[in-house]
C-alpha cells in the first residue's frame, strides 16, 4: 500500500475518531443564531473545532508518544493529573450528551419514554458492550460515519442552493469569538490529545521500518484529511443553520433545530433518518469514550481488569445521572469547565509545536500557569452569577468574552524567552 494511500486511509479513520454525531446539533444552531454574520461565526467555530484539534495531531507526530508526553515539560504529575481530568470531563459530559441527544431526536418522540427510562437502558446497553468488547460497534460505527457523512453532503449541497429572504443580523456582539467559544463544545481539542496517541501507535504498526520524518509526514497527511472533513461538515452546518434564521421561532432547541434544518432540505423521511443514524453513532461514541476512559485506569493499575469494570459501571452510572438532564441544560453547565480546561489544552498544544529552545520547562511552567490563573475569571462569572468582575474585564482584554488568558499567555511565552535569551547571552 502506498503512502498516499494509506495517509487517505488514516485520515478517514481519524475523522471517524473525532466525528462526535453529538456534535452535529452545534453548527446549524451557531448559523441561526449569527444570522448575517454565519461567516465569522464559522472562523470562529473552525478554529477551536478543527484547527487546534489538527495542531493537537502536528503536536503527537513530534512527541511521537501518548497524551501524558504534552504537559512533562511541566511535571509528570502535572501531565497525570490533566489527562485524569481530561477523562473525567469526557465521562462526565460529552458521553452523557449522548444519550441526551439520542433521546431528544429518536427514543423520546417515538416511544414516549422519560428521559430517565432512555437514560437507563442507553448506558446498561453501553455498559455490555463496553464490558464485552465486541467487534459489532466497531463494524457499525465504521459504517455510520461515512453513510451519515453523505447525507450531510446531501444536505449542505441542498443548502448552497438555496436562495432565501435577507438574513437579518445575528445575536452575538462578537461573532468570531463567540463561534470560537461554541467550539469548545466539540471537545476536538481534547480529542486531538486523546486520538493523537491512537494514530501514531496505529502508523507505526502499519508503517514498520518507516524513518521518524516518514510517521511525521504520514500523521500530518492524515491530519489535513481528517479536519478538512470536519470543516466541509461544520461550516457547511452553519450555513444552512444560518438561512433558517427569522423562518423559525428563535427559542427552538438545537435538537430540534437540526430536525427541522433536515427536514428543510431532505424532506420527513431524510430528517427521519438522518435522526436515527445520529442516535446510532451517538450510541457508538458513548461506548468508544467508555472503553477508552476504561483503559485508561486499567493502565494506570497494572492492566487490572477489576479496575476496568469498576471504572465502566462508575461511567455508566453517572451516564444514567447527567444523561437524563436535556441537551441545552448539559452544554450551559459544560460552559465553565470548558473555560477553564481549554485555555490550558490549547497552550500545551501549542508549546509542544514550538522548537526546544523556545519552548523550555521554565516556559512550559510559565506560561501553563499563566493561562491558568488568567482563566479563573472565565471561570468564576459563569460559577456565581453576579460576582462582581468588572473591574478585571475593563482592564483585560477579551475577559469579558472568556479569552482573558489569550494575551497574558503570549506575553508570558514572550518575556520568558527573552530573559532565558539575555541570560543565555551573558553567560556567554
Known amino acids: 500500500m502506498n503512502k498516499t494511500k494509506s495517509a487517505f486511509i488514516f485520515g478517514f479513520a481519524i475523522f471517524a475518531g473525532f466525528f ?28 477551536s473545532g478543527t484547527l487546534i484539534p489538527l495542531l493537537a495531531l502536528f503536536g503527537h507526530s513530534k512527541l511521537q508518544g501518548t497524551m501524558l508526553d504534552f504537559g512533562n515539560k511541566v511535571s509528570t504529575k502535572f501531565s497525570l493529573v490533566l489527562c485524569v481530568l481530561i477523562y473525567a470531563i469526557a465521562i462526565a459530559l460529552p458521553c452523557p450528551r449522548t444519550a441526551a ?36 460497534i466497531d463494524i457499525l460505527g465504521k459504517y455510520l460515519t461515512p453513510i451519515i457523512s453523505l447525507i450531510l453532503f446531501a444536505l ?36 486531538g490529545l486523546l486520538m493523537g496517541g491512537i494514530l501514531v501507535i496505529s502508523i507505526k504498526n502499519s508503517q514498520k521500518g518507516m524513518e521518524a520524518s516518514g510517521y511525521q509526514r504520514m500523521i500530518a497527511a492524515s491530519g489535513l484529511v481528517a479536519m478538512l472533513c470536519l470543516f466541509l461538515i461544520y461550516a457547511g452546518l452553519i450555513y444552512a443553520g444560518s438561512q433558517m434564521a427569522g423562518q423559525i ?27 436515527l443514524l445520529v442516535a446510532l453513532a451517538c450510541f457508538t461514541t458513548a461506548v468508544a469514550i467508555v472503553v477508552g476512559t476504561g483503559d485508561f485506569f486499567k493502565g494506570l493499575f497494572k492492566e487490572s481488569a477489576r479496575v476496568y469494570k469498576v471504572t465502566v459501571l462508575i461511567c455508566c452510572a453517572l451516564g444514567v445521572l447527567i444523561g ?45 500557569l499563566i493561562a491558568f490563573i488568567f482563566s479563573i475569571p472565565d471561570f468564576l462569572q459563569f ?38 535569551q539575555i541570560k543565555k547571552n551573558q553567560a556567554v
Open 249 to 275: 421561532e428563535p427559542e427552538i432547541s438545537r435538537t430540534n433545530l437540526l430536525k427541522a434544518v433536515a427536514e428543510f432540505y431532505l424532506g420527513r423521511m431524510g430528517s427521519s433518518s438522518l435522526s
Open 101 to 136: 441527544v439520542a433521546h431528544e431526536m429518536v427514543i423520546g418522540p417515538i416511544f414516549g419514554s422519560t428521559p430517565l427510562l432512555t437514560s437507563l437502558i442507553y448506558f446498561f446497553l453501553v455498559l455490555i458492550f463496553a464490558l464485552n468488547r465486541g467487534k459489532a
Open 383 to 420: 460559577v456565581i452569577p453576579g460576582a462582581s468582575l468588572e473591574f478585571i474585564h475593563t482592564t483585560l482584554p477579551f475577559s469579558k468574552a472568556g479569552l482573558g488568558w489569550v494575551l497574558p499567555s503570549l506575553l508570558t511565552f514572550l518575556l520568558v524567552n527573552g530573559a532565558l
Open 156 to 191: 449542505i449541497v441542498m443548502a448552497l442552493g438555496f436562495t432565501g429572504k435577507d438574513l437579518g443580523p445575528g445575536i452575538y456582539e462578537s461573532p468570531m469569538i463567540s463561534g470560537f467559544l461554541e467550539g469548545y463544545q466539540t471537545y476536538d481539542a481534547i480529542a
Open 20 to 47: 462526535g454525531a453529538g456534535n452535529l446539533i452545534l453548527p446549524p444552531f451557531l448559523g441561526f443564531q449569527s444570522g448575517q454574520d454565519w461567516s465569522w461565526s464559522a472562523v470562529g467555530f473552525i478554529l
Open 324 to 368: 437524563q438532564l436535556n441537551v441545552d441544560y448539559i452544554i450551559k453547565v459544560a460552559v465553565p469547565v470548558l473555560l477553564f480546561i481549554y485555555p490550558i489544552t490549547i497552550v500545551l498544544i501549542i508549546l509542544n509545536l514550538f522548537p526546544e529552545r523556545f519552548a523550555s520547562k521554565t516556559v512550559f511552567r510559565s506560561v501553563v
